[in-house]
């Protein structure tokens, strides 16, 4: 550093930009590089953003990657919990979106496509899937707890994912009962993973967060608690103790934001701020329309001066005053502004959490139709990719892999026994339909969707599923139900091929023919 003088005083252009120094002794030695960086520095200048002044001062410019960026991942979940537990909107927000992606459930549907098999087999076997899965995963067998079925540990995981950012599901492949499919799951919060757990292994795998990579970085396990470390404390319980858990008994279920993310964060996380300044917010204007629903009188007296005791007003009542007192009136203050405020910080939120205002209030007041529409589709946009790009890769696709091998370890030798193949079971899978989208105007969209079909725009099974049924248990269902008409002798105009549907349909095609031969006769007559 040269030394504070007259003769070696630094420019003021130099002290007030610390690179003008590098840039001239980078120019001088290579004048072609000096101009590039030169050219560089000046087209960077054009971004506002790219600053560092007055304001971008509330802009944190860090260079951390996506898990390092959310070291207080934890206490944001505790955070969002708390949230959720006392501040109805952010009930609602996790509602909203809980619902959206799993509804009533995502259902499984059987397929099967070993080439050449017969469509007895074929049919024999996708029963027997649908047997099971109405068994075992329709009901609480498949949880650990016994509390919930398949679908009530979907929407358990989609809770846990949006408050805590991330959930865990262990698979255990067993079950008490022999008789049973041996498969369970249990649900686990995040607490469960030992993020403190750190360090390299004497195998070269490394663990970081609780969760243990092999040199390729492919996860090879979880250290998960035996129990909750929130939870009360057990004599005996080795509550502090992590144990070491295969990565292939453990779904970790998160939504991925950022490349090479290995751990979710709260969805409340961009709009945690403003829903706590609402509910500040509320508490204060509660008080204060407490505070201008009170009228108080207060009395004014003189020093010294005597008068009567004011102890309460009531209505009607006339009260002599002393010579030396007066009466004066609180003025409460007025309550002005608050829909205003509550709606523009709602609408964030709303933006924050990737749903609709009119889904987070309930509020339809300033819509109509055709705007509520439109927000509907976006929003059934954000909750498609949930469905397809999260929970159904990271959860269901797995599950339906083990669905698949403990399917072989229950029925696998009968199966052999009664002359199915023996790899059968590389051909067998699970596909995963969404809940059943809501249909708004049914007379419009009913309609949209049958001239798709007609037109070739999409195939009568596409429309089906977006209707959130499952193909062939309606082709299933159609099948017995005319069964069923038959055997009774019943008709039905919902039957295409019923008497009166028919009849309706034969008379429209001869107005139409003989239409076409009026037609026909008066141009022959012209």
């Given amino acids: 550093m040269l030394p504070a003088g007259r003769g070696n005083s630094i420019p003021s252009t130099a002290r007030s930009d610390p690179m003008n120094l590098l840039d001239r002794a980078i120019a001088a030695v290579s004048p072609q590089w000096g101009m590039r960086r030169a050219r560089a520095r000046a087209v960077t200048a054009h971004y506002d953003a790219a600053g560092s002044g007055r304001r971008t001062s509330s802009m944190k410019a860090a260079r951390t990657d996506a898990d390092a960026a959310a070291r207080q991942r934890q206490r944001m979940a505790w955070y969002a919990r708390d949230m959720v537990r006392n501040t109805p909107f952010a009930t609602r927000a996790q509602s909203v979106i809980c619902g959206g992606i799993v509804g009533d459930g995502i259902l499984p549907k059987v397929v099967l496509s070993y080439p050449g098999l017969k469509e007895t087999a074929r049919k024999r076997v996708r029963d027997r899937g649908l047997e099971l899965i109405e068994a075992h995963l329709d009901t609480c067998a498949i949880d650990r707890q016994g509390r919930q079925n398949l679908y009530g540990l979907q929407r358990l995981v989609a809770n846990t994912v949006v408050d805590a950012g991330e959930c865990l599901v262990r698979i255990y492949h067993s079950h ?7 498969l369970q799951l249990d649900v686990l919060e995040p607490d469960y993973l030992d993020d403190g757990k750190f360090g390299w292994m004497a195998t070269g795998n490394e663990i970081r967060d609780g969760i243990e990579y092999d040199g390729t970085g492919r996860r090879v396990a979880y250290w998960l608690f035996p129990e909750h470390p929130g939870g009360d404390w057990t004599p005996g319980s080795r509550r502090g103790v992590s144990e070491r858990v295969p990565a292939e008994e453990v779904l970790h279920i998160y939504r991925q934001d950022r490349p090479g993310q290995m751990r979710g964060v709260t969805w409340f996380a961009p709009v945690m701020m403003r829903l706590q300044d609402l509910a500040d917010h509320e508490d204060a204007q509660l008080m204060r329309q407490k505070i201008a629903a009170c009228f108080a009188a207060f009395r004014v007296r003189s020093e010294g001066g005597k008068g009567g005791e004011i102890a309460e007003l009531a209505p009607g009542m006339i009260y002599d005053l002393g010579e030396d007192e007066d009466v004066k009136f609180a003025e409460p203050p007025g309550v002005d502004g608050y829909d205003e405020f509550t709606r523009s910080v709602l ?72 002359g199915l193949p023996a790899d059968i079971w590389r051909h067998l899978r699970l596909e995963w339909q969404p ?64 008497g009166s549907v028919a009849g309706a349909a034969k008379s429209e095609a001869e107005e139409i023919v003989e239409n076409g031969r009026a037609k026909a006769h008066y141009r022959k007559g012209m």
């Fill in 435 to 498: 809940p059943r989208k809501v249909i708004v105007d049914p007379t419009r969209e009913i309609a949209a969707l049958a001239d798709a079909v007609r037109n070739g725009f999409a195939s009568r099974q596409q429309v089906v599923r977006q209707l959130g049924v499952d193909p062939e248990r309606l082709l299933d269902e159609i099948e017995q139900d005319r069964a069923d008409a038959a055997r009774l002798n019943l008709s039905f105009d919902s039957d295409p091929g019923s």
């Fill in 347 to 418: 609408r964030s939120v709303a933006a924050g959490m990737g749903i609709t205002y009119e889904a987070l209030t309930g509020d339809l007041g300033q819509v109509n139709f055709s705007s509520a529409r439109m927000g509907r589709l976006e929003m059934d946009q954000n909750i498609s990719a949930w469905q397809w790009l999260m929970l159904i890769p990271q959860m269901m696709q797995p599950l339906a892999q083990a669905f698949i091998t403990a399917w072989n370890g229950h029925d696998g030798a009968a199966m052999i026994k009664a």
């Fill in 176 to 182: 008490p009962d022999p008789d049973a499919l041996p």
